[in-house]
């Protein structure tokens, strides 16, 4: 295991920056998410810290040792790619074992780190199949159990369940996070699926054109994006964006959006004028009355959805489209009017202007 360091990392092709100046620390045993849609630079951080790609600038330390110029075979990591990239010629024991005999171990020791590593990713009653012979599930288990049975000091992983369906990405998320928690490498984990970044991440560093826009823990990154990007990138469904106006109201911070006036509690809301400002605010933070509501926003019912335990409520609140979940029991014909108030705690407030969130 070992610290990651990238100071100032620059990498370009051409006219276009993928990764423009990107610093980030992760610690020893860490497991580290990069997120962002595609073409962020995401995975070109990942093939500069394996050094698959030279950057143009800036530094890699892996554990205290500077390796930008050291080749990929020296670096003590280890990748599983989104292709899988496993030989069809050989079997489940052999594709496993192929980095080890590379190194020259014993057969002995091979056997043995093979056995554990098909142990650990429950494969170990497929090592004679070949490839062909597996599902796409159980290709990626062999991929996985290649990268850790080299113990290497960081694993990476660029994507490697965008191949499988719904239940296998499930299946496969459960058994990535049990099998960080008993090997502990350091992991660093790309991907653009949100709901992965979520569940897998101990810390997300969210990406967008080069540049990390906010790096922190799952909650924080939900809770409290930094800019109307992450807030709208991040959830499914994401969280709503509500025009309004901060003014005071009775001695108090309100935010005026449609004639509703939420008090604002607790961050930042300018200096005492009046001020644009976007509401941000998670579908789960905001409940809906069929009756008319004192401070709360007027809005028509476009569609109702099933899913799964709860009901997705979609409103037209004047020129703003909002999403809500609502429990199964709610019902409502489309055209039928609604009233929405939102937790004043739960808000986000954005800079109108600059897409920021207002800081306290």
């Known amino acids: 295991m070992a610290t990651i360091q990238l100071e100032r990392l620059r990498k370009v092709y051409g006219k276009v920056t993928a990764v423009a100046d990107v610093s980030l620390e992760i610690a020893d045993g860490e497991f580290m998410v990069l997120l962002g849609p595609s073409g962020c630079g995401k995975t070109t951080i990942l093939r500069c810290l394996a050094g698959l790609e030279r950057p143009d600038g800036g530094r890699v330390i892996i554990g205290g040792q500077d390796v930008t110029q050291t080749p990929p075979a020296a670096r003590g990591i280890a990748m599983v790619f989104q292709s899988y990239a496993v030989f069809p010629h050989m079997t489940v024991f052999d594709n496993i074992a192929f980095g080890l005999r590379m190194r020259g171990l014993p057969s002995d020791e091979i056997k043995g780190r093979v056995g554990e590593g098909a142990a650990l990713l429950q494969i170990d009653a497929l090592q004679d199949r070949y490839p062909a012979q597996l599902s796409g599930g159980q290709r990626q288990r062999v991929a996985v159990a290649r990268a850790i049975v080299m113990k290497p000091q960081v694993l990476l992983m660029d994507e490697p369940l965008s191949n499988l369906d719904a239940l296998l990405r499930l299946q496969m998320r459960t058994e990535l996070k049990r099998l960080h928690h008993e090997v502990r490498s350091t992991t660093v984990y790309v991907t653009h699926d949100?709901?992965?970044?979520?569940?897998?991440?101990?810390?997300?560093?969210?990406?967008?054109?080069?540049?990390?826009?906010?790096?922190?823990?799952?909650?924080?990154?939900?809770?409290?994006?930094?800019?109307?990007?992450?807030?709208?990138?991040?959830?499914?469904?994401?969280?709503?964006?509500?025009?309004?106006?901060?003014?005071?109201?009775?001695?108090?911070?309100?935010?005026?959006?449609?004639?509703?006036?939420?008090?604002?509690?607790?961050?930042?809301?300018?200096?005492?004028?009046?001020?644009?400002?976007?509401?941000?605010?998670?579908?789960?933070?905001?409940?809906?009355?069929?009756?008319?509501?004192?401070?709360?926003?007027?809005?028509?019912?476009?569609?109702?959805?099933?899913?799964?335990?709860?009901?997705?409520?979609?409103?037209?609140?004047?020129?703003?489209?909002?999403?809500?979940?609502?429990?199964?029991?709610?019902?409502?014909?489309?055209?039928?009017?609604?009233?929405?108030?939102?937790?004043?705690?739960?808000?986000?407030?954005?800079?109108?202007?600059?897409?920021?969130?207002?800081?306290?």
């Open 194 to 360: 949100q709901v992965e970044a979520l569940s897998l991440g101990e810390r997300i560093a969210v990406m967008k054109d080069g540049k990390i826009v906010q790096c922190d823990t799952p909650g924080r990154v939900y809770d409290a994006p930094a800019n109307r990007f992450v807030g709208s990138f991040i959830g499914s469904p994401p969280m709503n964006f509500l025009e309004g106006t901060i003014r005071s109201h009775n001695g108090a911070r309100v935010a005026d959006v449609r004639g509703a006036l939420i008090t604002l509690p607790r961050q930042g809301t300018g200096n005492g004028g009046e001020a644009s400002v976007v509401i941000g605010i998670r579908p789960e933070h905001i409940a809906v009355s069929l009756a008319p509501q004192r401070d709360a926003i007027p809005g028509r019912v476009v569609v109702l959805e099933l899913i799964g335990p709860q009901k997705l409520l979609t409103v037209q609140a004047g020129g703003d489209m909002v999403k809500i979940t609502t429990p199964v029991e709610f019902h409502a014909d489309a055209g039928a009017e609604v009233w929405l108030r939102l937790d004043p705690a739960r808000i986000r407030l954005i800079d109108a202007r600059t897409g920021d969130a207002m800081r306290s």
